[in-house]
Structure formats: C-alpha cells, structure tokens
C-alpha cells in the first residue's frame, strides 16, 4: 500500500522538504573550479546542523555497506551515489550532481540538482536543461486520478526525444517516515500502467539521465554508480505531495511552498 499522508504528515513534510531544498540551495554556488567534492561535504554537513536537521544519506545502510558521507555528489559520469573525496578537484567542464536527503521531526525530503561547472560543451548543457525539464514534466504528469506509468512514461518520451537515455537501473520513489516508500517511480514505462494517484502521496520524482546509452555500473566502493560507456549523466529531483487541486513541489527553500504549473 503506498503511504497516504494526513494533515500532520502533510506539515512534516513540508517543514522537512524545505530545508532539504534550503541546503540544495546553500550548496549550489559554492560548486567552482578548484573546490573538491569533500569541500561540498564539508559544507553541507555545517548547514545541516546549523538548521537543525540530520541527514538520511549518513549512515545508511545497503547491505553490509554504510554510506560514509551527508551529501550525495556525483561528478560527470557518476549518475549517482558518489562519495565525496578531497581527491576529486572540480574543473571547468564538469557537472557536478548534489542528492541533499534530510530527516527531520520523523519525516523525510529529498532533492537533487546538477551544477554545471562552466564552460561547459553544448551538448552537456542540453543534458542539463532536458534533465530538468524532463523533471518539470513528470511532476506536471503527477496528477491525482493519473496512474504512475504517467509519469514514467512522460519522463522517458521527454528524454527520448531529445536524444538522450533515461538509466533504467534506478527509480523514483514514495518517500516520508522512510527514505524508500511505495510506489517505485521508474523514468520509462507504459502510460496508464501502475498505481492510481490519489490525494496525499509524497512522491520522489527524480530523472537520472545519460547522454550516452542507458546502462550502468556500480564501483568497487559499493556506491558509486557510473555510466556503462563513461558518457556523462544529470539528475534533478523535487518531493512531490499530490492534491486534488494539482500536484505541489514541497522542496522550495525558506518553507515557501510552491505549486507547479
């Protein structure tokens, strides 16, 4: 059964929601030629503490595997998952994916975005602006009445037609009181196919996608997950909660809370 939240959930999420997007927020300008990826941790993890929440990245357990660090950062081929290093220096040309996951007050909020490091080549940042819009149409496709397979299928249509592969090995997903939650949101799929919408869902909706091919890899650390043919992939991600009057992206910064078009 996928988790319908009440008037109570509804608030968590939102207050949780937005300081995820607020340490998103935080984070992006400070992604610069020169800067490592364990200088983005670092930040990240004061911010977390100084609002006041914990991250659910740290520490969470796959397997026999915790993951070591607060803030996902996945650099250019690295889709996602990436473990920050004081080896990994930025240069003009990456990109730079930010995964900022927050527990707060018993519920979740997830969020990611992909920062360019300019210049960075055309195609790249047709990558980027897909990736993107690709997010904008799924959350529009989460409508109440809808099925999942509408925003799948939305998703992959988007990204397909603009040349690019959305990653099959990894989905969207319900989050809340877990990380993890009903429904799987894969970004491929049939339209009309999956779970009915209904009012009160809290959906992850999170395109990965890769300028190459769609396959994937996962390195000897047990978490990085790479692209199979080394081509460079985005992913941007908004908490979604779906109401009868149209679906809500509860990951604005500063608890504003935001309606899509």
Known sequence: MIPIKDKEGILRMREVCSMAATVLEYLKPLVRPGITTMDLEEASRAEIARIGARSACFGYQH?????????????????????PSYKRVLREGDIVSLDVVLEYNGYIGDNAYTVPVPPVL??????????????????RAARVGSRIGDISSTIQAYVEDHGFSVVRDMVGHGVGTSMHEPPEIPNFGKRSAGERIRPGMTLAIEPMVNMGAY???TLSDGWTVVTADHSPSAHFEHTVLTTDKGPEILTIPGLAQAKSA
């Not at 070591?68 to 996602?80: D, L, Y």
């Not at 055309?122 to 959350?139: C, I, M, S, Y």
């Open 215 to 217: 396959a994937t890899r």
């Open 63 to 83: 397997g026999s595997r915790r993951y070591p660090a607060h803030t996902c950062i996945s650099v250019n081929e690295e889709v996602v998952h990436g473990i």
């Open 122 to 139: 055309p195609q790249v940042d047709k990558l980027l602006r897909v990736t993107r819009e690709a997010l904008n149409a799924g959350v």
